[in-house]
């Protein structure tokens, strides 16, 4: 019998509601992924709500749950995913435990969302840049930056889908062979109501051939600021990258319009709760995940990646 696909996920956990960990694992586990979660902060619920309590897990207090792991000798994971982390000393914590992790199964995926700001702004500590950019990237093989972040790690501007593509480019040179960025500035050739998402990836096979294939998506926008949605995004890729490893294309599609059946239907539940004329609240706005079941597990494709390049080597 073949053993289960095991994915080790490093990510914040809350009580209530749709975040980190708790955005990440029931999709992965209906996709049939064995999941450890390490929660890196334990809270209320997530930081958009007037009011949150909690703790937050320290570098050593992650080290003694690897170490417990370790000692049982069940530290063989498939899949890494990490998020959102607010602590210097904490990511490099988790580079090591990757690291090693990485020597016992060569094999092993990992998938990092570089979370650090969006439209220009920071919203964790300015050390971790040089952290992410030369510690945790390097180790990354796909790799899941919004376009402020992309700019960020690079040092480089993004004005047009050109500069975006040269950007990945940098990134590839970095270490991942995937990178995805998940949103951006860029106009959309369908009008101001989508969002442009690109993809890249660079695979070099076993026999040294390179295969590489570049696409671009246009997603509908959503009126509303919903929290979770990106950490959704990291585990639906790493799923579907995993059913289909050599197609970009088809793997980002089915991960937008995962995307795209629970934020609808959140919205419109939100709506309804709100009552006419309302905005919703931050509790309403709460990802309908278990509702979304059977989209995750199979999701009708209603956004559609177009590839703009595609070679073998």
């Known amino acids: ?3 289960p696909c095991r994915v080790l996920s490093i990510q914040s956990h809350v009580v209530r509601g749709y975040v980190g960990n708790k955005s990440a694992t029931f999709p992965l586990q209906v996709l049939g992924f064995e999941v450890d979660s390490i929660n890196s902060v334990q809270f209320s619920n997530h930081t958009g709500y007037a009011h949150w309590k909690g703790q937050v897990l320290t570098a050593d207090e992650l080290n003694v749950l690897y170490e417990g792991i370790k000692l049982n000798k069940v530290n063989h994971y498939d899949y890494i995913l990490t998020g959102y982390s607010r602590d210097t000393s904490f990511l490099e914590t988790v580079v090591d435990i990757i690291q090693e992790l990485k020597k016992a199964n060569p094999s092993l995926v990992y998938v990092c969302d570089p979370v650090m700001g969006d439209h220009g702004a920071m919203y ?11 510690k945790v990237v390097p180790l990354a093989d796909i790799l899941t930056p919004n376009q402020f972040e992309a700019e960020l790690l690079t040092g480089r501007k993004v004005n047009t889908q050109e500069d975006a593509f040269e950007v990945m480019d940098l990134l590839h040179k970095m270490g991942p062979e995937t990178v995805v960025l998940t949103s951006s500035d860029l106009p959309s050739k369908k009008g101001d109501q989508f969002l442009v998402a690109l993809g890249s990836q660079k695979i070099v096979k076993p026999d040294g051939s390179k295969t590489s294939q570049k696409i ?4 509908p926008k959503v009126d509303a600021v919903f929290v979770g949605t990106g950490d959704l995004f990291a585990a639906m890729l790493l799923a579907w ?8 294309k088809a793997a980002c599609e089915k991960t937008v319009s995962v995307m795209h059946h629970v934020i609808k239907r959140t919205i419109t539940y939100a709506n309804e709760m709100a009552g006419p004329g ?3 609240s931050p509790a309403q706005l709460e990802l309908r995940m278990v509702q979304s079941k059977a989209d995750i597990e ?3 494709i209603v956004v559609e990646a177009k590839v ?3 070679s073998s080597q």
């Not at 671009?216 to 997603?219: E, G, P, Q």
Request: aromatic share 2%; net charge positive.
């Open 241 to 248: 990258t995993h059913h289909h490893p050599k197609d970009l």
């Open 278 to 280: 309302k905005r919703p």
């Open 216 to 219: 671009c998506m246009d997603i």
């Open 124 to 134: 964790v500590p300015e050390n971790l840049l040089p952290v992410y950019r030369d």
């Open 298 to 300: 199979n999701p009708a």
């Open 308 to 310: 703009l390049h595609k």
């Open 1 to 3: 019998m073949k053993a």
